[in-house]
């Protein structure tokens, strides 16, 4: 597998697409589960709690599924298609992933259910929509999805003050792996400076949502 960097858009089949060396993906599955069984497939975004016994999704196989976050998750750069953030591909790399290799740990690829919640659900709502659903979840279950209010391209100057350089991917790239601590820095005081809102996926309009089996929102 080809590394990348916090930057750059996930590989075909890399499973570290989280640049900070955090596995992309956890998978659980009951004790004794055997390749071929079948087992419905939750798929958790983020830090989202585990869903409820009983709530139907989480009582099969369950994908825990790490994306990037802040600035390399989330800030839109010079050639990136519109509506394009690196933590959406991460996630959307992620799901290609459980729909080739679910049935291997005893999952049912064809009834998968993805959970989110917060910055999460948001991120799931994106892959959602039309231009970026290809039908590897049925059903989306999602609580109190956060977007941000305001465009990024109206507060790239305060992310180029925080960050105190230019947003080329080449520069970010370097910045992150030579000093990834300020980036880390830079991007809290952004969330300090927009009164805690940070970056996320954005504008979000419910009209774009692309058919599924199930969309519940909470």
Same mark, same amino acid.
């Given at each position: 597998?080809?590394?990348?960097?916090?930057?750059?858009?996930?590989?075909?089949?890399?499973?570290?697409?989280?640049?900070? &060396?955090?596995?992309s993906?956890?998978?659980?599955?009951?004790? &004794?589960?055997?390749?071929?069984?079948?087992?419905?497939?939750? +798929?958790?975004?983020?830090?989202?709690?585990?869903?409820?016994?009983?709530? &139907?999704?989480?009582?099969g196989?369950? +994908?825990r +599924?790490?994306y990037?976050?802040?600035?390399?998750?989330?800030?839109?750069?010079?050639?990136?298609?519109?509506?394009?953030?690196?933590a959406v591909a991460?996630?959307?790399?992620a799901?290609a992933? +459980?729909?080739?290799?679910a049935?291997?740990?005893?999952?049912?690829?064809?009834?998968v259910t993805?959970?989110?919640?917060?910055?999460?659900?948001?991120v799931?709502l994106?892959?959602?929509?039309r231009?970026?659903?290809?039908?590897?979840?049925?059903?989306?279950r999602?609580?109190?999805?956060?977007?941000?209010?305001?465009p990024?391209?109206?507060?790239?100057?305060?992310?180029?003050?925080?960050?105190?350089?230019?947003?080329?991917?080449d520069?970010?790239?370097?910045?992150?792996r030579?000093?990834?601590?300020?980036?880390?820095r830079?991007?809290?005081r952004?969330v300090?400076?927009?009164?805690?809102?940070g970056?996320?996926?954005?504008p979000?309009?419910d009209?774009?949502?692309?058919?599924l089996?199930?969309v519940?929102?909470?």
């Amino acid at each position: 597998m080809g590394e990348i960097s916090a930057f750059d858009d996930p590989l075909p089949g890399q499973l570290r697409i989280d640049a900070s &060396g955090t596995p992309s993906l956890t998978i659980t599955a009951p004790a &004794g589960t055997r390749p071929g069984a079948d087992l419905p497939v939750t +798929v958790v975004l983020g830090d989202t709690p585990l869903p409820e016994p009983g709530s &139907g999704s989480g009582e099969g196989v369950v +994908v825990r +599924v790490r994306y990037r976050r802040g600035f390399a998750g989330f800030l839109p750069l010079p050639g990136d298609p519109p509506g394009h953030t690196r933590a959406v591909a991460d996630a959307a790399a992620a799901l290609a992933w +459980v729909q080739d290799n679910a049935e291997g740990y005893g999952g049912d690829p064809t009834n998968v259910t993805l959970v989110g919640a917060g910055e999460a659900a948001a991120v799931g709502l994106w892959l959602c929509r039309r231009d970026h659903y290809k039908g590897e979840f049925r059903r989306a279950r999602l609580s109190q999805p956060v977007f941000a209010r305001t465009p990024v391209a109206r507060r790239r100057w305060l992310a180029r003050a925080v960050l105190a350089a230019p947003l080329t991917r080449d520069r970010l790239d370097a910045l992150a792996r030579e000093h990834p601590a300020r980036v880390e820095r830079a991007y809290r005081r952004y969330v300090f400076y927009t009164r805690g809102e940070g970056l996320g996926p954005a504008p979000f309009d419910d009209a774009e949502l692309a058919p599924l089996a199930e969309v519940e929102l909470r």
